[in-house]
């Protein structure tokens, strides 16, 4: 079964819908369906940073754009790559891979997209650069354990607060770190006031 993106993640400016965007719909394939089983699942946004895999709950996300112009702003942190107009907005653009010591070159401009928090407390938008968005994964709440209790190093990071595990016929086939967003943003020098 695949979930649609939802059109508010795919830059498609859904209060105006009449304007239409000639943007192809998108469908991601999800490895489990709700109707699997009687259990909690809740969605989330799987996103690549070089090698690493990450993920942040569809809430908290307002848009992915794809990666423009953005401006840089002297004597920022090293995290934040600039600022950039998102629809007559000031957004600032952290580049998480300061946090996580990735190594790996990034992605081609095409394959990048800025992941735009929905966090109504900040004065200013924030988003991400990402290496590629892979799509939005239904995941069993059983599948996620915090930090502190992982046996993964995935969970060893402070920014990460929480290992998905995903698994098939029993077996763990692979971990990815939950984000904590609130804790990049302030590590990043752009928490709220």
């Known amino acids: 079964m695949s979930t649609d993106l939802p059109d508010e993640l795919l830059d498609i400016d859904v209060e105006n819908p009449e304007e239409g965007e000639d943007e192809p719909e998108t469908e991601i394939q999800s ?16 996103f690549r940073l070089g090698e690493h895999r ?8 307002k848009s992915i754009v794809k990666v423009k112009e953005w401006t840089r702003v002297p004597r920022t942190s090293p995290a934040i790559d600039g600022i950039m107009d998102l629809r007559g907005e000031i957004t600032a653009v952290i580049e998480p891979r300061v946090h996580f010591h990735v190594e790996e070159e990034p992605a081609d401009l095409n394959r990048q997209r800025i992941i735009v928090f929905d966090r109504a407390a900040d004065k200013q938008g924030v988003g991400i650069r990402v290496d ?17 209790h992982a046996e993964d190093e995935t ?23 939950l984000l904590d967003i609130k804790g990049l943003i302030q590590a990043s020098g752009q928490a709220a006031e």
């Open 31 to 46: 490895d489990r369906s709700p109707d699997d089983e009687d259990e909690e699942i809740e969605r989330f946004v799987v």
């Open 54 to 61: 990450f993920a942040i709950s569809v809430d908290a996300v």
């Open 132 to 148: 590629d968005v892979e799509g939005v994964d239904l995941i069993p709440l059983r599948s996620i354990v915090p930090s502190e």
């Open 155 to 177: 969970g060893d990071h402070p920014l990460v607060t929480a290992v998905i595990y995903r698994e098939d016929d029993g077996q763990v086939v692979d971990t990815m770190g």
